[in-house]
């Protein structure tokens, strides 16, 4: 059986090649909207599910793995700016503060679902208006939940983090681990092999 990646984020491909996990990629171009209503973690659960199921319609007899990561300040979701503007807001909001980035993972298989979440705390050093107008231009902010990227210039302004390294960068790599050997798509056995 295959596994099917159902996500366009280079991020989320490169973890699972750092796994050493055997994988294809399909985009997923599902709507992304979701009701306010909603907490974080279960918007970012019914996103992986959606994207997930979405890409399952072109692949029923493999493995499809869904993920959305999104950042929560004090209740408020803050997923990818769409602006330069925005991107500077949610910059302001979250330095000198600890927020949660959540990661809702999904992954179908033989007519069956396992969705999970995963919730690592990040906080922000304080930044000065000229740190994040600097950030803001460099673009690495505008395709990332609360606009930074841990994995690149924006680590610079992350004075810690508690939990998974990997879930803020949009995969949390044990819990995919643990899913992929609940499933029986692996073994510890294989893994060793590999």
Not at 58 to 76: K, Q, R, S, Y
Not at 115 to 124: A, D, G, S, Y
């Amino acid at each position: 059986m295959k596994l099917i990646l159902a996500s366009r984020s280079p991020r989320r491909h490169d973890i699972l090649q750092w796994m050493g996990i055997p994988f294809e990629t399909d985009i997923c171009t599902a709507a992304e909207d979701l009701p306010d209503s909603l907490s974080a973690a279960d918007a970012v659960q019914m996103l992986a599910l959606r994207k997930a199921q979405y890409v399952q319609q072109a692949h029923p007899d493999a493995l499809v793995l869904g993920a959305d990561t999104v950042v929560e300040l004090n209740g408020a979701i803050l997923g990818k700016p769409d602006s330069e503007e925005k991107a500077v807001a949610y910059l302001s909001e979250l330095q000198g503060k600890t927020h949660t980035v959540y990661t809702g993972v999904a992954l179908l298989y033989s007519n069956r679902k396992d969705v999970r979440v995963c919730k690592t705390e990040v906080t922000f050093r304080p930044m000065s208006e000229l740190e994040i107008q600097w950030y803001v231009k460099t673009g690495e902010p505008m395709d990332k939940a609360g606009a930074y990227g841990l994995q690149g210039l924006g680590s610079v302004f992350v004075d810690r983090i508690k939990g998974n390294y990997f879930n803020v960068i949009g995969l949390p790599a044990p819990l995919v681990y643990e899913m992929l050997l609940d499933s029986g798509f692996m073994t510890q056995e294989r893994q060793m092999l590999l």
